[in-house]
């Protein structure tokens, strides 16, 4: 069970589009549309209603489609209110009926009763379920606040983290005046959906794209660039580290250390860049995109370097070029 709870009424109000819009409306039981959704699951309850209630998933969201609705006819026709009246009388969330049916008298009576809220849509239960779920992977799922500056470079989403003052505005700065996306800036927020992708927004919709620039002050970057340069939420694909160089430290100089970091229990790639005046640190983060974007493709270039080393190795040029041709006899 999740620490998230909405109420009904939630999820009657949430201002939901196209392919995400749930179509539904409240058809009785308003008394029960302050009722909590804890679960982000649905239940089909066919078992229920035949009074099989071992194990009985009360709850999650109903769904009663064609054949749950043909049950009930059933139900009543036998006059087997007492099944009915006992499914009732479970703490139930709500009850969506799928494909714009409309249930019976009996049924909305006993609903009012019982102070649970039946809702309708106009949607059919597969369709209805997909979209569902895709609301409640949003809702449920595992988020932080993180310090850092969002940005996507060639379609790669790009989590830039470091101490403060270490560059990380400025450098996400000079990525938009190249053409790319910001996410948000200061403070971004993460979300695990579906267990396996980690996904970054602003923590506050209203100033996300907004940035500060030490000696500058606060930017508006939609306004300064325009709407193009903006993105709402994106996947991190990358966790970028800034630091300042040290001297006494070995950084990784062929790229196969395969280092990740873990946010929100998924393993991110993660690289880091030693920060030290004369690098250009834009086209280093570019250059990682890209380079990111060819893993997926399956082209892998330090491991395809190393490979290629150790044929070098094996077909003896090697021992040719270090010792010269006259040593070697």
């Known amino acids: 069970m999740s620490d998230k709870r909405i109420t009904v009424l939630d999820l009657l109000d949430m201002d939901l589009k196209g392919h995400n819009s749930l179509n539904i409306r409240c058809i009785a039981g308003r008394s029960g549309l302050s009722r909590q959704i804890t679960v982000s699951d649905i239940n089909r309850p066919g078992l229920a209603l035949s009074g099989f209630y071992e194990s009985f998933a009360y709850e999650r969201v109903q ?8 049950y009930l006819q059933k139900l009543e026709a036998e006059n087997s209110i007492d099944l009915l009246r006992q499914y009732f009388s479970y703490n ?21 009763s019982s102070g649970c809220a039946v809702l309708q849509t106009d949607l059919g239960s597969s369709e209805f379920s997909q ?11 595992p988020r932080k606040t993180l310090h850092g500056v969002f940005v996507e470079v060639y379609g790669v989403g790009i989590l830039l983290t470091g101490e403060s003052g270490v560059g990380k505005s400025e450098t996400a700065l000079e990525l938009i005046e190249r053409g ?4 948000a800036d200061d403070v971004v927020e993460i979300r695990c959906v579906n267990g396996n992708s980690i996904l970054g927004q602003g923590a506050n919709k209203l100033i996300s794209h907004h940035m500060e620039i ?6 508006n970057v939609a306004q300064l660039y325009g709407v193009g340069a903006i993105r709402e939420q994106k996947e991190v694909q990358i966790v970028i580290k800034l630091e300042a160089w040290k001297d006494q430290k070995v950084y990784d100089r062929i790229g196969t250390s395969g280092d990740t970091v873990d946010l929100l229990g998924v393993k991110i790639p993660q690289i880091e860049i030693p920060v030290k005046p004369g690098r250009n640190l834009p086209i280093i983060i570019e250059a990682a995109s890209m380079n990111e974007r060819l893993k997926t493709m399956g082209y892998f270039s330090a491991r395809e370097f190393n490979q290629n080393i150790l044929k070098w190795i094996e077909t003896g040029q090697a021992q040719k070029a270090y010792y010269g041709s006259d040593d070697l006899y």
Request: net charge positive.
């Open 180 to 183: 790319h996306r910001l996410v």
């Open 63 to 70: 769904l009663f489609g064609r054949g749950e609705y043909a």
């Open 92 to 112: 139930i969330p709500c009850i969506v009926f799928s494909h714009s049916i409309n249930p019976s008298e009996l049924f909305l009576s006993l609903a009012e």
């Open 214 to 219: 030490r000696g500058l002050g606060i930017i």
């Open 131 to 141: 979209r569902l779920f895709r609301v409640f992977s949003d809702i449920f799922a």
